[in-house]
């Protein structure tokens, strides 16, 4: 690339650089003057651009930053924290320093025309520097937690960059070695195969990111978790390569984004939404414990509150029943009979039913699971009125206390692991 030719080159020849390049040949042998005189003009032009952009950029930012103080919009402090400004700013001093390298660097045309793939690199590398901070800034003005938006933007943010960095470096190549750009673009396009295989993941992340966003699966702040690496936690950040995932011991774990739509992925936010989170525990009871209800034993669970309208009522119902078909009462197993298996199940439903943190508007119930050969299963299934991990605990863990030690007021027996030799 010719920059300047030696005719263009005498206009530039004043008093001053005359000067300097007398005494230059005066203190330095004449072998070493030609290298001398390029070096000190291109120490100059360093020197120059430094101070240039030492006081120019502060003084430019100084002015910006109390026109932004003025104004109501968030996007402009957005732009001044990410210093978009200062890259922008930073072109002043490199067009002085280019308009001055024909004053000091005339001598060697050579020299000069080097220096113009120097200038025109660094034009593009602030420019890069540009951009990259445009994008982090569009980013930060567009991240929002509470919007499915962030995944795409963050993924388009990404894309961006890598896209600006690798045409930035093949403008750099284009320089460096006088190859027209096109020339290197249909280089690159025999080996397509080889550039697939090294952005795979990204190409797959970038399409992953937009259906992410497009379907709301996942955003930022999202607790989910993932069977197939068998996490859980809160998603803290998605881009275009991988996932990061907020353990809750504390710990990070990053996926491909990827598998956000390739995998299992259960998303809690929902939970979240309606403020309920399910209580689904069983309680193991020996079936050796069960028994028919005696009098006596009617007449002592008529005295709990939960559940003495209910004897009362099933009394007279089964009385009427069994008398209207003539069984014979010699036999609890003849005609129909409260157990005591079944007065505890109706006392755990009416205690869920009257306890204040739990949820009347969803499913709440008391089952029976299928017999092991660890004895009954009876399942408690209700959700409470809190997603907050502690409160919710404390909720369940009241609601099993006081379960398991009222199975005692009903002869009822709960399993439980018994260490050899006691």
């Known amino acids: 690339m010719s920059w300047y030719t030696k005719q263009e080159l005498r206009p530039f020849r004043n008093e001053w650089v005359e000067q300097y390049n007398s005494y230059i040949s005066e203190i330095v042998n004449p072998e070493y003057q030609g290298l001398s005189m390029i070096l000190s003009g291109i120490a100059v032009l360093v020197v120059v651009f430094l101070i240039l952009d030492f006081i120019l950029t502060r003084t430019l930012l100084f002015f910006t930053k109390r026109i932004i103080n003025l104004t109501r919009f968030e996007w402009d402090k957005h732009f001044y924290h990410n210093k978009v400004f200062n890259s922008l700013f930073r072109l002043i001093p490199l067009a002085f320093t280019r308009l001055l390298a024909p004053y000091v660097l005339y001598h060697s045309p050579q020299t000069l025309n080097s220096m113009g793939k120097v200038f025109d690199i660094v034009f593009i590398i602030i420019m890069l520097q540009f951009i990259l901070r445009l994008a982090s800034t569009i980013l930060s003005i567009s991240t929002d937690e509470n919007n499915y938006r962030t995944v795409a933007v963050r993924t388009f943010s990404q894309l961006m ?78 881009n275009l390569v991988s996932c990061k995932i907020e353990n809750f011991d504390k710990t990070n774990s990053f996926i491909p984004t990827y598998d956000l739509i390739t995998t299992e992925v259960k998303n809690f936010e929902a939970m979240r ?150």
Request: charged content about 20%; some cysteine.
């Open 161 to 238: 960059k890598i896209i600006t960095i690798f045409f930035a470096v093949l403008i750099i190549i284009s320089i460096l070695f006088n190859v027209k750009l096109n020339a290197i673009l249909a280089g690159l396009g025999a080996a397509t195969a080889i550039l697939l295989l090294i952005f795979r993941d990204t190409i797959l992340g970038f399409v992953s990111g937009i259906q992410i966003a497009s379907t709301r699966m996942v955003k930022v702040g999202d607790w989910i978790s993932v069977s197939k690496y068998n996490l859980e936690g809160v998603v803290r950040e998605i």
């Open 273 to 422: 939404q309606t403020n309920t989170r399910r209580i689904k525990r069983s309680i193991v009871f020996n079936v050796k414990s069960f028994q028919f209800c005696t009098d006596e034993m009617l007449e002592k669970y008529k005295q709990i509150d939960y559940i003495k309208n209910y004897i009362i009522r099933m009394q007279n119902e089964l009385e009427e029943y069994n008398r209207k078909h003539e069984f014979n009462s010699n036999l609890p197993i003849n005609g129909r009979r409260l157990t005591n298996i079944g007065v505890f199940r109706k006392y755990a439903l009416s205690y869920l039913q009257e306890n204040p943190n739990i949820s009347k508007r969803d499913n709440l119930m008391v089952r029976q699971l299928e017999i092991t050969p660890q004895g009954m299963p009876l399942e408690i299934y209700c959700f409470t009125k809190t997603v907050v991990w502690n409160e919710y605990e404390a909720v369940q863990s009241d609601i099993f206390d006081h379960l398991v030690t009222a199975s005692r007021e009903f002869d009822l027996e709960v399993v439980q692991s018994i260490p050899i030799g006691k």
